[in-house]
Nanobody, 118 residues
């Protein structure tokens, strides 16, 4: 069964915005830090953003700082990635993942495609 479900990807013009969501069960989600990653053809998967279990601490890849915001709503078992000022280089499959501690991501979603046109 799918344990993390991403949604919100799509096609957007450069400069536009998208908000990705990642929903999970309470068992999977509660009390865990979460992260967003992305992967493009011919490239290694890269870290995009992370958030602590409480939402009080976040971190970002340098390439997205100032443009992307990660957040979470623990009452809905959902983590979000708000992406603004999108660039063609942001085109990728975006994945959410659970951090079981020490940035060890043990459960992954299926991914959602984000395509930014120039």
């Amino acid at each position: 069964q799918v344990q993390l479900v991403e949604s919100g990807g799509g096609l957007v013009q450069a400069g536009g915005s998208l908000r990705l969501s990642c929903a999970a069960s309470t068992r999977i989600f509660s009390s865990y830090a979460m992260g967003w990653f992305r992967q493009v053809p011919g490239k290694e998967r890269e870290f995009v953003a992370g958030i602590s279990w409480s939402g009080g601490s976040t971190r970002y890849a340098d390439s997205v700082k100032g443009r992307f915001t990660i957040s979470r709503d623990n009452t809905k078992n959902t983590v979000y990635l708000q992406m603004n000022s999108l660039k063609p280089d942001d085109t990728a499959v975006y994945y959410c993942a659970r951090d079981r501690g020490g940035a060890k991501y043990d459960i992954w979603g299926q991914g959602t495609q984000v395509t930014v046109s120039s």
